[in-house]
């Protein structure tokens, strides 16, 4: 049984910082393409970090490059998104996605996480 349990989401005020963290399991982790997905209300789900297997061939959306870091830990068949200088324009439910066969799409969910930014 596959399973993404994101955590760590919350309420922070703007400039502040979370971190969130992704447990995989039912599936083949250490072999995956990982990936950070948000949504806003109203807006469309967009990719903001994504990981490759051997943890390089690191991507990030333009919004968040330079705030946020993807990372990833095998052994602990975890993935991380630290998010540093938050905006209230990063308010989203943040999603961790597994692409298992390594083309670039995304077979497998969570169920999310609220992060809410307050000005």
């Known amino acids: 049984q596959v399973q993404l349990v994101e955590s760590g989401g919350g309420l922070v005020q703007a400039g502040g910082s979370l971190r969130l963290s992704c447990a995989a399991s039912g599936f083949s982790f250490s072999t995956s393409r990982m990936g950070w997905f948000r949504q806003a209300p109203g807006k469309e789900r967009e990719l903001v970090a994504a990981?490759?297997?051997?943890?390089?061939?690191?991507e990030y959306s333009d919004s968040v490059r330079g705030r946020f870091t993807i990372s990833r830990d095998n052994a602990k068949n975890t993935v991380y998104l630290q998010m540093r200088s938050l905006k209230p324009e990063d308010t989203a439910v943040y999603y961790c996605?597994?692409?298992?066969?390594?083309?670039?799409?995304?077979?497998?969910w969570g169920q999310g996480t609220q992060v809410t930014v307050s000005s």
């Open positions: 996605a597994a692409d298992v066969d390594r083309n670039y799409k995304y077979d497998y």
């Open positions: 990981i490759r297997w051997s943890g390089s061939a690191i």
